[in-house]
T-cell receptor, first 108, second 115 residues
Framework: DAKTTQPNSMESNEEEPVHLPCNHS???????IHWYRQLPSQGPEYVIH???SNVNNRMASLAIAEDRKSSTLILHRATLRDAAVYYC?????????FGTGTSLTVIP | EPEVTQTPSHQVTQMGQEVILRCVPI?????FYWYRQILGQKVEFLVS????????KSEIFDDQFSVERPDGSNFTLKIRSTKLEDSAMYFC?????????????FGSGTRLTVV
């Protein structure tokens, strides 16, 4: 499976931007990069995905490095409801492989 | 916004009993999946299902597990003879296409407790 590495945890102050990094140096040229998050006691929730270009949606922005070896999920203004585990995944094969993700703590 | 619905939210069963976990995927989605998450651990892939057959399964998905789409709306996971180590959250997901270009929608999960 296509491996990704993320920091185990990060903190952010409420109302400030958050940049969540992900390394995926072994992904293939056709693997999409996906981000999901999991709030406590809930199922994973789709956040955003991209292939080569930066992407924006109502939840977040995704900045993908030119060489595609890394990407960054950007939450423009963190709220308390954004406290969750964020998973960066490369779509390898026919399913997603979840790593341990980054646990984001938002400080009021 | 369309949802994936899972029932029950919590199931307690005795070791050795059969359980069926139920899911109603989003109506226009064609691909269906089961994942599980043991408490405090990673989300693990179990099986993907398309066109009424299994597309891919993991090593976890052994002969004790089976999936079925008995009608046009439900997607079920059966565990034939439950073991203590089957205790976990089980998540159903669906997608419109293969998710290279799109996302999965996950349900809220069924917490299975085997005693």
């Amino acid at each position: 499976d296509a491996k990704t590495t993320q920091p185990n945890s990060m903190e952010s102050n409420e109302e400030e931007p958050v940049h969540l990094p992900c390394n995926h140096s072994t992904i293939s040229g056709t693997d999409y990069i996906h981000w999901y998050r999991q709030l406590p006691s809930q199922g994973p929730e789709y956040v955003i995905h991209g292939l080569t270009s930066n992407v924006n949606n109502r939840m977040a922005s995704l900045a993908i490095a030119e060489d595609r070896k890394s990407s960054t999920l950007i939450l423009h203004r963190a709220t308390l409801r954004d406290a969750a585990v964020y998973y960066c995944m490369a779509y390898g094969g026919n399913q997603f492989y979840f790593g341990t993700g980054t646990s984001l703590t938002v400080i009021p | 916004e369309p949802e994936v619905t899972q029932t029950p939210s919590h199931q307690v069963t005795q070791m050795g009993q059969e359980v069926i976990l139920r899911c109603v995927p989003i109506s226009n989605h064609l691909y269906f999946y089961w994942y599980r998450q043991i408490l405090g651990q990673k989300v693990e892939f179990l099986v993907s299902f398309y066109n009424n057959e299994i597309s891919e399964k993991s090593e976890i998905f052994d002969d004790q597990f089976s999936v079925e789409r008995p009608d046009g709306s439900n997607f079920t996971l059966k565990i034939r003879s439950t073991k203590l180590e089957d205790s976990a959250m089980y998540f159903c997901a669906s997608s419109e296409g293969w998710s290279g270009g799109g996302g999965y929608t996950f349900g809220s999960g069924t917490r299975l407790t085997v005693v």
